[in-house]
Nanobody, 117 residues
Framework: QVQLVESGGGLVQAGGSLRLSCAAS????????MGWFRQAPGKERDIVAA????????YYADSVKGRFTISRDNAKNTVYLQMNSLKPEDTAVYYC??????????WGQGTQVTVSS
């Protein structure tokens, strides 16, 4: 129903910033809740942030509150994750996901974020 492609990952020094983008194709993008997840080697995949269909409600993991901001532009079918004050522990593969009421059932391919100290 929807396909997701992440971009914007890379290598950044601690304290720096990155902005991840997730471009969606398919129908009815505006009806999906969207989320960002991350997974480090040997770790579980954990939710980082989520946003509802109209951007009026957001969620952030405690570890990123005050540093990361999720947003969406439904006209561009794109979700963003602005990451500021990055820490080495933020290093992970970041995935975007979509939920059209049935769960996090559609995933992008992931983009690597590496934060050096």
């Amino acid at each position: 129903q929807v396909q997701l492609v992440e971009s914007g990952g890379g290598l950044v020094q601690a304290g720096g910033s990155l902005r991840l983008s997730c471009a969606a194709s398919g129908r009815t993008f505006s009806s999906y809740a969207m989320g960002w997840f991350r997974q480090a080697p040997g770790k579980e995949r954990d939710i980082v942030a989520a946003i509802n269909w109209n951007g009026g409600s957001t969620y952030y993991a405690d570890s990123v509150k005050g540093r990361f901001t999720i947003s969406r532009d439904n006209a561009k079918n794109t979700v963003y994750l602005q990451m500021n004050s990055l820490k080495p522990e933020d290093t992970a593969v970041y995935y975007c996901a979509a939920d059209n009421t049935t769960g996090w059932n559609t995933w992008g391919q992931g983009t690597q974020v590496t934060v050096s100290s």
